[in-house]
């Protein structure tokens, strides 16, 4: 533990300050922070353009006065996007009021005695301060412990150059997962894009089918009324045939119940010269009325409706048959 990190584990005012100050891709003191705006968080400018670099590969560095295209950023601490234009990161405001805050402390800081047990102490030997790493064990240790101790015989380096070559892979390693979260992030939206289209297409070809299908609809109604009509004439030309030949047997039966009353009004007759005057006639109507009906009549079968029948199996069978298929299926 360094003396920045036992300053941040304090309670104290100062301490409580650092904590505000630190970048949170490279867990040090903001150099050169930059503002992301609208959200208000601060990155080291290194920092925010490696992450940058890391999820817009194909975004070219400022060279000379040639003109580049702007990328997605996305803060590390709350996820919010923003759009850069040409410049990038390098577009993005400094933070002044930070920087001049950090200089202020590091002076305060640097005026301040060392603090007793700031510094981590070697367990094996107390009054040694913990000052190597030890590559064998990946470990902190002491100076005494590579001598006397534990570690004599392991290879160890010294702290500042390990704790800043971790510190710089820690960083890297935030750097890529973020670009990471950024790439699933794209997944995602490409996902959601497919969802999308999805629906959308499946609307398209479900209007596409039900047109089709209304189709078919009007022209089994069309004919369907075609042949009703076909139908309806064939009834009505039979039943006018039919309705006139009972009014010419009606018109034939009222003669006939009528010449039968004036037979029988002259058989009442008494006198013989005004009975003969008309029987005669009479006689020779009743017997031409006897001689049996000259009227037409229906053939055998005449009501009968059969020849209208219609055999729609196959028909049925091709309905059911309908499918789904390639456009080369329904070419053949």
């Excluded at 037979?263 to 008309?278: C, H, K, M, P, W």
Aim: glycine share 4%; with cysteine; hydrophobic share 35%.
């Amino acid at each position: 533990m360094d003396y920045k990190s036992s300053l941040i584990q304090d309670g104290n005012p100062m301490e409580n300050l650092e904590k505000q100050l630190i970048c949170p891709i490279c867990l040090e003191m903001f150099t050169k922070p930059v503002v992301i705006l609208p959200c208000q968080h601060n990155l080291c400018r290194k920092c925010a353009n490696d992450i940058f670099q890391a999820a817009n590969p194909f975004w070219t560095n400022r060279v000379g006065s040639v003109s580049m295209s702007g990328g997605r950023f996305r803060c590390p601490s709350c996820r919010h996007e923003v759009i850069m234009d040409r410049h990038g990161v390098y577009g993005l405001q400094r933070n002044l009021l930070v920087e001049n805050i950090i200089d202020i402390y590091k002076q305060e800081c640097s005026s301040r005695p060392l603090q007793k047990g700031s510094h981590p102490m070697c367990k094996e030997h107390e009054d040694e301060k913990i000052n190597i790493y030890c590559l064998t064990c990946e470990m902190p240790t002491c100076s005494m412990c590579k001598v006397f101790g534990a570690h004599k015989a392991c290879e160890v380096a010294p702290l500042q150059s390990v704790f800043q070559g971790q510190k710089t892979e820690l960083s890297n390693c935030i750097s890529m997962l973020v670009a990471g979260n950024d790439r699933v992030q794209t997944i995602i939206t490409q996902l959601e894009d497919s969802c999308r289209v999805t629906k959308e297409n499946s609307h398209q070809v479900k209007e596409e089918l039900s047109q089709k299908f209304d189709v078919l609809y009007a022209i089994l109604d069309e004919k369907k009324s075609e042949l009703l009509q076909r139908i309806t004439r064939e009834q009505e030309e039979k039943l006018s045939f039919i309705e006139a030949l009972i009014q010419q047997y009606r018109e034939q039966l009222d003669k006939s119940t009528k010449l039968v009353e004036t037979a029988i009004q002259s058989l009442d007759e008494t006198g013989g010269a005004i009975f003969l005057l008309s029987a005669k006639q009479l006689i020779k109507s009743i017997v031409e009325a006897s001689k049996g009906c000259q009227l037409g009549k229906t053939e055998q079968g005449f009501e009968n409706m059969d020849y209208f029948t219609l055999d729609l199996d196959h028909i049925a069978d091709a309905l059911r048959a309908i499918d789904f298929g390639t456009d080369e299926e329904e070419e053949e």
